[in-house]
């Protein structure tokens, strides 16, 4: 206890402030543990006062009580907020050193308040933005730029000025940091999606040469980072999957999914990626990570053998009926499984049904056209499946329709379900890009909704859809005719149309006849044509993106009372002939 008597003998001398921050600092609430709750708090009364103002306590005393009332874990509401506005209303007063101790200890007072504070020593230290090269500014070293990029990056603060300043500090101290916190830094610069704001070529040569520093931890979010940035060292990268390849065997499954996802992304090693894979399928493994897994092995297509890939995915459809997806995770598998064109029931069922909001439904049709003259109840509640699929972005809409056709499922769940989509993303035709409005305008089919999804007159309510999707087309005209890849399922479009397959009249009998020559010229095009398109206007972009030319000198030709200009300016326009008087200088 002789501690707390030196504290209580001293509590309102100038001696009881660095003593109390002095014991909090080295054993945080243990210090003051024969204390009950309202003894500290009698205590720290004593020490800072009711009122700051009272106290009148400097902006760097008040930094120190702040972060101690943090270590013994006090909670008084009021206090906190009059130390923290304190702090914030004279955070340029504060010196260097405190600005990452008062970082650290933020997020457990109020949100917002803290929220202005951080702002305001990020603002601090951005004001030191213009600082010679190596130099740390208004930051002590490296260590204390680290931590301030890290903290901002968890409350999403981005300030061009304090990163310009952390940068320089981190370029200059790199050799100081410990890999831990080089890797945290990466990622922590991730979150603000800017490469040009850290040093990572300093950072990557750094890692380089401490490789065998990096613990599982370190390495996942380093990868994790990078990915984000798109920014791909190849050396490193090297590097990091030889000691990855070093130690498989000790990995946890979640981290290997996120290196496969990483390493097939910057398609390093495919060798090593189907290794890790193996050893990753081979555990149970949550819905994030099963995501992650199909999401590689679509980028690992074309660089893999189709029947290796086919083996993978086998075995990993074997987790999904025991993970708990959410919507936008299982319409992510869903188009993964699209793209690999897996085509399996079983999980299909699972995935729809989340996407539906209801139980599984495990009977499915061999045959979209079973549907066209049967009628087809509702196996879900709409109200809850209209309400979840609102709450999901526009893209991620098109994205089930895209799957639920790229895998031919038919069942009365995709039809109502492809139903449901259609009426949400027929508001939001204009929104959409070219091949999103193509993707909708097919879902209107006969062969996808059946007659029995329109109250009456099915065929003129899919031709007022179609309708809207081509005019909605029509902003993407020169996209369109100079891209082949995206105007074949135009071409599709119109040739199911023309054919009667589509469940409407042809195309000549309900569009206008703008709207059919605009349909027309497209569906005509051919790929040649759509090449020469592409080019001319790549051509036309180079030119546009060019300095401008030089102009040269006019020539002069000198008369008693003119002066003749050809080739001359005026006003930053070209002229042929420019006369100019000599006396007067007036022009014509």
Same mark, same amino acid.
């Given at each position: 206890?002789?501690?707390?008597?030196?504290?209580?003998?001293?509590?309102?001398?100038?001696?009881?402030?660095?003593?109390?921050?002095?014991? *909090?600092?080295?054993?945080?609430?243990?210090?003051?543990?024969?204390?009950?709750?309202?003894?500290?708090?009698?205590?720290?009364?004593?020490?800072?006062?009711?009122?700051? @103002?009272?106290?009148?306590?400097?902006?760097?005393?008040?930094?120190?009580?702040?972060?101690?009332?943090?270590?013994?874990?006090?909670? /008084?509401?009021?206090?906190?907020?009059?130390?923290?506005?304190?702090?914030?209303?004279?955070?340029?007063?504060?010196?260097?050193?405190?600005?990452?101790?008062?970082?650290?200890?933020?997020?457990?007072?109020?949100?917002?308040?803290?929220?202005?504070?951080?702002?305001?020593?990020?603002?601090?230290?951005?004001? *030191?933005?213009?600082?010679?090269?190596?130099?740390?500014?208004?930051?002590? /070293? +490296?260590? +204390?730029?680290?931590?301030?990029?890290?903290?901002?990056?968890?409350?999403?603060?981005?300030?061009?000025?304090?990163?310009?300043?952390?940068?320089?500090?981190?370029?200059?101290?790199?050799?100081?940091?410990?890999?831990?916190?080089?890797? &945290?830094?990466?990622?922590?610069?991730?979150?603000? #999606?800017?490469?040009?704001?850290?040093?990572? &070529?300093?950072?990557?040569?750094?890692?380089?040469?401490?490789?065998?520093?990096?613990?599982?931890?370190?390495?996942?979010?380093?990868?994790? $980072?990078?990915?984000?940035?798109?920014?791909?060292? @190849?050396?490193?990268?090297?590097?990091?999957?030889?000691?990855?390849?070093? +130690?498989?065997? %000790?990995?946890?499954?979640?981290?290997?999914? /996120?290196?496969?996802?990483?390493?097939?992304?910057?398609?390093?090693?495919?060798?090593?990626?189907?290794?890790?894979?193996?050893?990753?399928?081979?555990?149970?493994?949550?819905?994030?990570?099963v995501q992650h897994i199909l999401t590689a092995l679509c980028r690992l297509q074309g660089r893999v053998s189709g029947e290796? #890939?086919?083996?993978?995915?086998?075995?990993?459809?074997?987790?999904?009926?025991?993970?708990?997806?959410?919507?936008?995770?299982?319409?992510?598998?869903?188009?993964?499984?699209?793209?690999?064109?897996?085509?399996?029931?079983?999980?299909?069922?699972?995935?729809?049904?989340?996407?539906?909001?209801?139980?599984?439904?495990?009977?499915?049709?061999?045959?979209?056209?079973?549907?066209?003259?049967?009628?087809?109840?509702?196996?879900?509640?709409?109200?809850?499946?209209?309400?979840?699929?609102?709450?999901?972005?526009?893209?991620?809409?098109?994205?089930? #329709?895209?799957?639920?056709?790229?895998?031919?499922?038919?069942?009365?769940?995709?039809?109502?379900?492809?139903?449901?989509?259609?009426?949400?993303?027929?508001?939001?035709?204009?929104?959409?890009?070219?091949?999103?409005?193509?993707?909708?305008?097919?879902?209107?089919?006969?062969?996808?909704?059946?007659?029995?999804?329109?109250? %009456?007159?099915?065929?003129?309510?899919?031709?007022?859809?179609?309708?809207?999707?081509?005019?909605?087309?029509?902003?993407?005209?020169?996209?369109?005719?100079?891209?082949?890849?995206?105007?074949?399922?135009?071409?599709?479009?119109?040739?199911?149309?023309?054919?009667?397959?589509?469940?409407?009249?042809?195309?000549?009998?309900?569009?206008?006849?703008?709207?059919?020559?605009?349909? &027309?010229?497209?569906?005509?095009?051919?790929?040649?044509?759509?090449?020469?398109?592409?080019?001319?206007?790549? $051509?036309?972009?180079? @030119?546009? /993106?060019?300095?401008?030319?030089?102009?040269? &000198?006019?020539?002069?030709?000198?008369?008693?009372?003119?002066?003749?200009?050809?080739?001359?300016?005026?006003?930053?326009?070209?002229?042929?002939?420019?006369?100019?008087?000599?006396?007067?200088?007036?022009?014509?």
């Open positions: 206890m002789w501690f707390v008597c030196i504290v209580s003998c001293v509590c309102f001398s100038a001696q009881a402030l660095p003593l109390f921050v002095a014991l *909090a600092s080295s054993g945080g609430r243990t210090s003051f543990r024969r204390l009950g709750d309202e003894q500290l708090e009698k205590l720290i009364q004593s020490v800072t006062g009711t009122d700051l @103002e009272t106290v009148r306590l400097s902006a760097n005393e008040a930094a120190d009580m702040f972060c101690a009332l943090h270590r013994v874990s006090y909670r /008084n509401p009021a206090l906190m907020f009059k130390l923290t506005r304190h702090i914030c209303d004279h955070v340029e007063l504060l010196a260097a050193a405190q600005l990452p101790k008062v970082a650290r200890v933020l997020g457990r007072g109020d949100v917002h308040e803290e929220y202005v504070l951080l702002h305001a020593i990020a603002r601090r230290v951005g004001a *030191a933005a213009e600082v010679p090269e190596g130099s740390a500014g208004h930051l002590e /070293n +490296a260590q +204390a730029a680290a931590l301030l990029v890290n903290v901002c990056s968890k409350w999403e603060i981005f300030d061009e000025e304090f990163l310009t300043v952390a940068a320089a500090a981190l370029r200059a101290g790199t050799a100081q940091l410990a890999v831990g916190q080089i890797c &945290e830094v990466i990622y922590s610069v991730s979150a603000f #999606l800017t490469r040009d704001a850290m040093p990572l &070529e300093d950072f990557c040569s750094e890692l380089k040469q401490r490789i065998h520093e990096m613990n599982e931890i370190d390495t996942v979010r380093l990868l994790r $980072g990078l990915q984000k940035l798109r920014y791909h060292d @190849e050396a490193l990268m090297e590097a990091v999957a030889t000691i990855i390849l070093e +130690a498989k065997a %000790r990995l946890q499954p979640i981290s290997l999914c /996120n290196l496969v996802s990483v390493l097939a992304y910057f398609g390093t090693s495919d060798e090593l990626v189907m290794a890790l894979l193996k050893t990753a399928i081979a555990n149970k493994l949550p819905a994030m990570s290796r #890939l086919e083996v993978q995915v086998r075995k990993l459809c074997a987790h999904i009926s025991s993970c708990s997806f959410t919507p936008v995770q299982a319409m992510s598998s869903l188009a993964a499984m699209a793209k690999l064109q897996h085509r399996d029931l079983a999980v299909a069922s699972v995935l729809a049904s989340i996407l539906s909001g209801g139980q599984s439904y495990w009977r499915w049709a061999k045959s979209p056209h079973f549907f066209r003259s049967v009628a087809v109840k509702v196996p879900f509640k709409q109200q809850r499946c209209r309400r979840l699929l609102e709450g999901m972005e526009s893209s991620h809409c098109v994205d089930i #329709l895209q799957s639920l056709s790229s895998l031919e499922l038919s069942s009365r769940l995709t039809v109502h379900l492809t139903s449901i989509l259609c009426s949400i993303l027929a508001p939001q035709l204009h929104e959409l890009r070219a091949k999103e409005v193509l993707v909708v305008a097919r879902a209107f089919s006969a062969e996808r909704m059946p007659d029995a999804c329109f109250h %009456r007159d099915a065929w003129l309510w899919r031709e007022r859809a179609l309708d809207l999707c081509l005019q909605s087309l029509r902003r993407h005209e020169s996209f369109l005719d100079s891209s082949w890849a995206s105007l074949l399922p135009l071409k599709l479009l119109c040739l199911q149309v023309n054919t009667g397959t589509f469940g409407t009249r042809p195309l000549n009998q309900f569009l206008s006849p703008t709207l059919f020559s605009f349909v &027309e010229r497209l569906r005509c095009l051919t790929e040649d044509e759509c090449e020469a398109n592409r080019l001319r206007r790549e $051509g036309e972009d180079d @030119e546009e /993106n060019e300095a401008p030319a030089t102009l040269e &000198e006019p020539e002069i030709f000198q008369g008693p009372i003119y002066r003749i200009l050809l080739g001359a300016t005026l006003q930053s326009f070209p002229v042929d002939i420019l006369l100019e008087a000599r006396h007067t200088r007036m022009q014509t």
